[in-house]
């Protein structure tokens, strides 16, 4: 709902009335008396809700009141309807009068009934006209209630009680017996303030709120008056076509790695494990290969058209290759590094792009992984990683540690650290964490320098720094949004809503 | 990442440090993280290439070395009084023995080895399949001299640990919990690898240990053996235990483990020599190190300096590390005794990019530009979608995931419009019309490909509102051709798609490539999957758009 703008400095100059406004006008001069609103939105033939809204305007504008009186509708309700002919207490002055003027209580009971037979006799004592001794009634006196059953009567159908009937205290007593119900209606009037002569003048002018090509075309519009916008009211929700924010951020991401020379690699989602773990000198059996971790997908790829890396990789899994490594130390599965699986880092393809890649080279890629999660506020079995590598000649992890440095500087984070850490297919290793202003440390990526092991499998010559970052995860820090699955949200009102502001966060910590 | 948890106290005992803010930040530069719980405890996350590390001992011991309060030591076997005959189990061929007196248990010493051992079955045990281990107190132990073999589980009984009932390993298997988690592993036929003791068994690897040799809060000396599937692993494991019972000042006893074909002494206590190229360390890291300093970090690392040159030196690696596969594993240990924070940085050159003009990129910002203009709202939306909605649109090649974790996610898209129309399903009472758009991924077959599937990139746009919007969608399909430069070579010809009404559709070509379709969905399809509200929408692939951009450009720029 949207809040109602208080009203203020407009100023409305009374003369300049709408179509719709001079036909109230006109209707009510025509009608010459004050006039209740619904029948008054009969005779224009318009919707209640639509007048008043055009009688708030003319009130505005000094030229109409609205009055409201309130006034009391009454009506006799079922057990009113049925005492139309006589009134229980009636009927049990009449029966005694019939059996002689005194009879048994139990004996107008089993005549009239148990319940009229009680009302009455309780009424008929209140009255005087009966007494009740030992279970026997007796007549004293009785006089009919004429004027009970000709209001009653009145008030068959649904009228107004007017002044004289409501004070009555035979209504007084038949409302309160639940004979007649009442209810409080109110009713608004609306009359000229202005006399019918002034009226008359204030119409005769034609007010318009479109200039239209016709008005120009024409030279018309010099005989009206274009009426003043209404600052007033709110305009109908519009909303703006937009890029997506979580893509605006993987933008800027690109952007900055252009800059710094890097080139952009693709892949497919689907790829044999030799790329995802093997190229990486991750054993077979490493747990990051459990398939409670990964997402499979049936069959197995045809990688024998890459003898020369198949080769490699199992020198140096089974016994280190030539690298000067120990190697893993057991029997390298072809069939195990053939299958096929839904990648789950990015680094399976900076560093599949390395082989048989002369230097120098400098590649990222920003593209989507997947793992075995359920989602949840912190994870989503698909998410986004920035990864990228660099093979130049006399590069090292000082320089890693530099570039790594400028990535995060150039999109936005000023404060960072470095932490020693393991990854299988780099060393030294490194995460990184970064300090989002009013969020706190939150680990950004991890990064090494491949292992001569990795470097022996890809044919690589030169040292090759690499990282890989979760893009979600600085996302939802720098907006300021606590629940991943809102970056992949299915409501659309969600993206809608989100400020495009947000994004110049990233530059202003 | 395994968590190793502690009472701060406790640690700061073991290493002498009286700040936990102190011993926080040298775990942090000994790679791992930590926290202080809401039970008090701290939670050490500690990395799964440091086995060594995963014990509290193994922690202290490794921030001693690291602040200079320890030296690095080599530790020596005070003989080796047991033997171990192995009549090598099918499953399960090998086993390495050791023990360590005067270990002292205690209530909360007992409670954190039991945990260092769940920790060690749980990762580098690869949940025992590959390596298990059984601890004894050695003072409750029957005979120096013991059996590995297998066993036959119904003429063979124990007592299993925790228990008091002599049963027969079947039983063993069948009806504890342990036998039930693990019992499956090592099982042969109706054999099963045992370890026995003056002929009572004492162990039955991988699933539990007999009650006669149970760890108490008295026991003072430890035998401890391990078993598995590659003898490499049992010596590591083996000696990442030693390392950490040996913190409390004990000795070593060996074991002769007597093979049919050879004689082996169990633990392997020696301590490799390899050489560290200086150059190689200076290529690695970038620095410009003076031999002493980093003699000195890799002695904060725990390692023993042989021989220094001008060129190498020559390292120790002490017994217990068993991730040292090529010195680079010391050049990193090297960086870490620096302190990441002393290795300095050194930016990177910025290479300006030769950039292409025509880059997919660069169609694919022209596309959504375009879409943007005209009011669509783009959306971000996951690959994988519900198999069964695919279906039910009347697509039949989404690739399935073979181990999803729920029928939500167990497929991946082949059109973006199976993502997209998710998306409008969940939007059917927000104000109409819905107007969203989406350039991504999906993966289709891919007969010709080593890997039997591709990604194609592609962009769906669509519109719901309460009635069909087709004009618009259509307009729109023109205003992005026009974009494109391809306006004029773009025709539409009849579709024939179950996903839409027939003759309420349309191929899109441009010249004689086919790029994409649109259409109105067919209420039958809207009915089944639960929308109320028309859709019109296009799909178009952009990889397709790009090599007809390309093939149209390239001839150009020649002239």
């Given amino acids: 709902m949207r809040a109602t703008k208080s009203r203020c400095s407009i100023i409305v100059l009374p003369h300049l009335l709408s179509s719709s406004e001079v036909a109230v006008v006109e209707k009510l001069i025509e009608v010459g008396k004050p006039i209740e609103i619904s029948e008054l939105a009969k005779l224009i033939g318009i ?86 001794e030992k279970g026997t009634a007796k007549l004293i006196s009785f006089a009919p209630l004429d004027k009970h059953r000709e209001i009653l009567k009145m008030f068959l159908s649904e009228r107004e009680v007017d002044k004289s009937i409501e004070n009555d205290p035979v209504f007084q007593e038949l409302v309160k017996r639940k004979l007649i119900e009442i209810r409080r209606v109110k009713q608004r009037f609306v009359r000229l303030i202005v006399s019918a002569e002034e009226a008359r003048t204030l119409i005769s002018k034609k007010a318009v709120s479109k200039l239209t090509h016709e008005l120009l075309a024409t030279g018309k519009w010099r005989e009206v008056i274009l009426k003043p916008f209404n600052l007033e009211a709110l305009p109908p929700i519009t909303y703006p076509g937009k890029r997506h924010f979580f893509k605006e951020f ?55 058209r890459f003898d020369d890396v198949i080769k490699r990789v199992r020198a140096v899994h089974e016994f280190g290759g030539s690298s000067g490594s120990t190697g893993w130390r057991y029997k390298w599965s072809l069939e195990k590094a053939s299958r096929l699986m839904l990648r789950s880092h990015t680094t399976a393809v900076t560093a599949r792009h390395l082989i048989g890649r002369n230097p120098p080279a400098r590649l990222y890629i920003i593209g989507r992984v997947f793992r075995r999660d359920n989602p949840d506020p912190r994870h989503s079995p698909e998410f986004t990683n ?64 491949f292992r001569p092991e990795v470097l022996e499998i890809l044919g690589v010559k030169l040292p090759v720094g690499a990282w890989g970052m979760g893009v979600e995860r600085l996302a939802m820090a720098v907006y300021g949004i606590n629940d991943i699955r809102l970056l992949f949200s299915r409501d659309v009102e969600f993206v809608r809503r989100f400020p495009s502001v947000k994004k110049l966060y990233l530059t202003s910590p | ?114 945990e260092f051992q769940e920790r060690l079955h749980n990762t580098f045990g690869r949940n025992r399949r590959k390596v298990a281990i059984g601890l004894h107190d050695l003072d409750k132990l029957p005979s120096a001299e013991l059996e590995y073999k297998d066993v036959n589980i119904d003429e063979t009984t124990m007592i299993p640990l925790h228990d008091f009932r002599r049963m027969s390993i079947r039983q063993v298997l ?70 950490a019972l040996t913190f409390y000042g004990g000795e070593v006893l060996g074991a002769v483990i007597i093979y049919p074909d050879k004689a082996v002494l169990t ?49 120790e690696i002490p017994y217990y590390r068993g991730d040292i596969l090529h010195q680079v594993d010391i050049v990193e240990d090297i960086a870490i005794g620096l302190g990441y924070e002393n290795i300095g940085i050194e930016e990177i050159e910025p290479k300006p990019l030769i950039r292409k003009k025509l880059t997919k990129q660069a169609v694919i910002s022209i596309v959504r530009d375009v879409l943007v203009g005209l009011g669509y709202v783009e959306l971000n939306t996951l690959t994988l979608v519900p198999r069964k909605l695919a279906e039910d649109l009347g697509f039949n090649d989404v690739v399935s995931i073979v181990n999803a ?122 009915e089944k999957i639960g929308i ?13 758009i790009f090599s007809v951009l390309a093939n149209k450009i390239k001839p150009s720029l020649q002239t």
């Fill in chain 2, 174 to 243: 069948e009806s504890t919990e342990q036998g039930s988690l693990y019992g499956s592993i090592a099982l042969n036929g109706n054999l099963h690898p045992a370890i026995l003791s003056g002929g009572e068994v004492i162990s039955l690897p991988p699933v539990i240990n007999s009650d006669i040799t149970r760890l108490s809060e008295r026991t003072r000396n430890i035998l401890i053996d391990v078993t598995g599937t590659d003898a490499n692993a049992i010596s590591i494991v083996l000696n990442s235990i030693i390392h």
């Fill in chain 2, 405 to 526: 974790p729920s029928v939500e996610i167990n497929a991946l898209r082949s059109m973006l419009l199976q993502s997209i129309i998710q998306v409008l399903r969940n939007s059917q009472y927000i104000p109409q019309p819905v107007k969203v758009f989406e350039v991504g991924e999906v993966v289709v077959p891919c007969h010709e490909c080593y890997n039997r599937w591709r990604n194609e990139v592609k962009v769906c746009w669509a519109i719901m509102d309460s009635e069909t919007r087709f004009e618009e969608v259509h307009a729109t399909l023109y205003a992005l051709m026009s974009e494109l430069g391809l306006a004029e070579n773009l025709s539409l010809r009849p579709c024939n798609m179950s996903l839409f009404t027939e003759g309420r559709c349309a191929n899109i070509f441009v010249a004689d490539a086919n790029i994409g379709f649109m259409g109105e969905v067919q209420p039958e399809k809207l």
């Fill in chain 1, 47 to 132: 919707s209640e809700q639509g007048l008043s809204s055009i009688l708030e305007l003319l009130k505005s504008k000094n030229i109409i009141e609205v009055i409201e009186e309130s006034k009391v509708i009454g009506k006799v309700t079922e057990e009113g309807a049925s005492y139309i002919e006589s009134l229980p207490e009636e009927r049990v002055c009449r029966l005694l009068q019939e059996v002689g003027g005194e009879a048994p209580v139990s004996e107008i009971k089993r005549s009239l009934g148990e319940s009229i037979a009680s009302i009455g006799i309780i009424w008929a004592i209140k009255r005087g006209w009966i007494k009740v």
């Fill in chain 1, 386 to 449: 920035f990864d990228g590598v660099i093979m130049e000649e006399g590069f090292t992890f000082r320089k890693l540690l530099g570039l790594l440095s400028q990535i995060l500087k150039a999109i936005g984070i000023e404060k960072f650290k470095f932490k020693p850490a393991y990854f299988p297919f780099t060393e030294p290793s490194v995460e990184g964490y970064a300090y989002v202003p009013g969020y706190g440390w939150i680990e950004v990526f991890g990064a090494g320098m």
């Fill in chain 1, 250 to 304: 993987i933008d800027m991401i690109r952007d900055v790695m252009e800059d710094l020379g890097f080139e952009e690699i693709h892949d497919d989602y689907i790829i044999p494990e030799l790329w995802n773990f093997d190229i990486l000198f991750q054993a077979q059996d490493h747990p990051s290969r459990d398939i409670h971790d990964i997402l499979i997908v049936e069959g197995y790829a045809d990688i024998s």
């Fill in chain 2, 267 to 315: 633990p392997d206590l020696s301590s490799r020599i390899m050489r560290v190229d200086l150059s190689f360390v200076r290529y690695w890291l970038g620095i410009e190190g003076e031999s002493s300093r980093i003699v000195d970090a890799l002695m904060r690392m725990g390692y023993n300096v042989k021989t220094i040159t001008h060129d190498y030196i020559d390292v």
């Fill in chain 2, 1 to 114: 990442m395994p968590v190793v948890r502690v009472r701060p106290e406790t640690l700061m005992r073991l290493t002498g440090i009286n700040s936990i803010e102190a011993l926080r930040h040298t775990l942090f530069n000994l790679k791992c993280e930590s926290e202080v719980g809401e039970d008090g405890q701290l939670a050490i996350e500690v990395q799964s290439d440091r086995i060594d590390m995963f014990s509290v001992e193994g922690i202290a011991k490794a921030v001693r070395l690291y602040l200079g309060i320890d030296k690095p030591i080599n530790i020596k076997l005070k003989g080796a009084p047991f033997k171990v005959y192995v009549k090598p189990p099918a499953k399960r061929p090998f086993i390495a023995v050791a023990a360590v007196t005067n270990v002292g248990l205690d209530e909360e010493k007992l409670r954190l080895l039991i």
């Fill in chain 2, 532 to 544: 109320l509200y028309p859709i019109t929408l296009a799909e178009l692939s952009i990889d397709s």
